[in-house]
């Protein structure tokens, strides 16, 4: 049975490698020297700044979603554990339970563009540097329900 948590600090190294699995899997557009500058502000700083609910199943977390003011931050899930209904059930907690109403997507992450307007979010904008100021655009979206 798939149970959902708040995560602890002690999990947040577990959280960093499922990260890392996922953004493997489906950031193709990424470097790797990006993956791994990114590793260290994930684990030190985004994680502790956020609410963080965890999707696990027996103790294994499959994976997991945060959230900052009124936007979903990150929705990662384990590779092989994608199709299971896991990141809607992580999202659809956001959107109830924590008020999240607004996520940016890579605009090179299509699965990811489709899974959220599956959903009901919209793309109302654009920018064309992420948030750590690189060239990688983002689509902002925002959920109208």
Same mark, same amino acid.
Request: with cysteine; proline share 8%.
């Given at each position: 049975?798939?149970?959902?948590?708040? /995560? *602890? *600090?002690?999990?947040?190294? &577990?959280? =960093?490698?499922?990260?890392?699995?996922?953004?493997? &899997? *489906?950031?193709?557009?990424?470097?790797?020297?990006?993956?791994?500058?990114?590793?260290?502000?994930?684990?030190? $700083?985004?994680?502790p700044a956020l /609410? =963080?609910?965890? &999707?696990?199943?027996?103790?294994?977390? !499959?994976?997991?979603?945060?959230?900052?003011?009124?936007?979903?931050?990150?929705?990662?899930?384990?590779?092989?554990?994608?199709?299971?209904?896991?990141?809607?059930?992580?999202?659809?907690?956001? !959107?109830?339970?924590?008020? /999240?109403? /607004?996520?940016? =997507?890579?605009?090179?992450?299509?699965? &990811?563009?489709?899974?959220? $307007?599956?959903?009901?979010?919209?793309?109302?904008?654009?920018?064309? !540097?992420?948030?750590?100021?690189?060239?990688?655009? !983002?689509?902002?979206?925002?959920?109208?329900?």
């Amino acid at each position: 049975m798939l149970t959902l948590r708040p /995560a *602890t *600090t002690a999990d947040f190294p &577990a959280l =960093v490698a499922l990260w890392e699995r996922s953004v493997r &899997a *489906t950031h193709d557009f990424l470097p790797p020297a990006v993956i791994e500058e990114l590793r260290p502000l994930i684990l030190e $700083q985004y994680l502790p700044a956020l /609410a =963080v609910q965890i &999707a696990e199943r027996q103790g294994v977390p !499959l994976g997991f979603v945060s959230v900052g003011g009124d936007r979903v931050e990150m929705l990662f899930i384990e590779p092989a554990a994608r199709g299971q209904g896991i990141g809607r059930l992580l999202l659809e907690h956001a !959107l109830h339970h924590q008020q /999240a109403r /607004a996520v940016d =997507v890579n605009e090179q992450n299509c699965q &990811a563009l489709a899974f959220y $307007q599956h959903l009901g979010f919209e793309v109302i904008g654009r920018s064309a !540097l992420d948030g750590e100021g690189r060239p990688f655009p !983002l689509l902002h979206l925002r959920w109208p329900g």
